[in-house]
């Protein structure tokens, strides 16, 4: 993977960009300071993009390529639309990350290093810069979770037409005829005497 310092003209932010509705929670200078803290990433085919148990600071936004993610060595989600938003969570919760990123094809991603967007623009001195970076994330966090609604609840229709189109065959619980034991016998070798 090759990363290179992002150069843009102010102003005119590449098409890419203009497709992620959540950046339309910066004003254009705001956007100017994020893109001019991001690098650009030339991955190939294998390349990590996230590790998982890492901790890092970026966002980044694919802008061209197919990348998938994957929770130990199972893929379980694919990154496939020019202008998606990946790895938002580290600017919230500064954990672990809980997956990888893997370039499937070549592909270039925008990183946005969010430590460094604090170091120029200090909370305290731009408290407007920080509401609209969080609103960013919530932006995308609710777009994120819109899209898992919706996908349960298809998956939940699925669910209910299969089990209408085979029932799971009732089981009928079977008497299982009790075994009759032989009398024990008395330590003096004769047979009990059975009571009636």
């Known amino acids: 993977m090759k990363e290179f310092a992002y150069i843009h003209d102010e102003k005119q932010n590449p098409s890419p960009l203009r497709a992620v509705p959540a950046l ?4 254009d200078d705001q956007l100017d300071d994020v893109l001019n803290s991001s690098s650009l990433l030339q991955c190939e085919p294998g390349d990590h993009i996230i590790k998982e148990g890492s901790i890092d600071s970026r966002i980044y936004v694919l802008l061209s390529g197919e ?14 639309r020019i ?20 370039a499937s094809t070549k592909a270039v991603c925008l990183a946005v290093d969010q ?20 609103e960013f994330v919530a932006r995308l966090v609710v777009r994120k979770l819109e899209a898992t609604s919706r996908r349960l609840a298809e998956v939940e229709k699925e669910l209910k037409l299969l089990r209408e189109s085979h029932p799971v065959a009732e089981i009928k619980a079977v008497a299982v005829p009790k075994l009759k034991r032989p009398a024990k016998r008395a330590a003096t070798g ?6 009636r």
């Open 83 to 102: 202008g998606e938003v990946f790895g938002e969570l580290a600017l919230v919760n500064h954990d672990k990350r809980l997956a990888s990123v893997i």
């Open 190 to 195: 004769r047979k009990p005497v059975r009571r």
């Open 24 to 27: 339309a929670s910066f004003s």
């Open 67 to 80: 990348l998938e993610v994957r929770v130990g060595s199972k893929k379980v989600a694919a990154i496939t």
């Open 115 to 134: 430590k460094f967007l604090q170091d120029i623009h200090p909370r305290e001195e731009d408290p407007d810069f920080h509401a609209a970076l969080y």
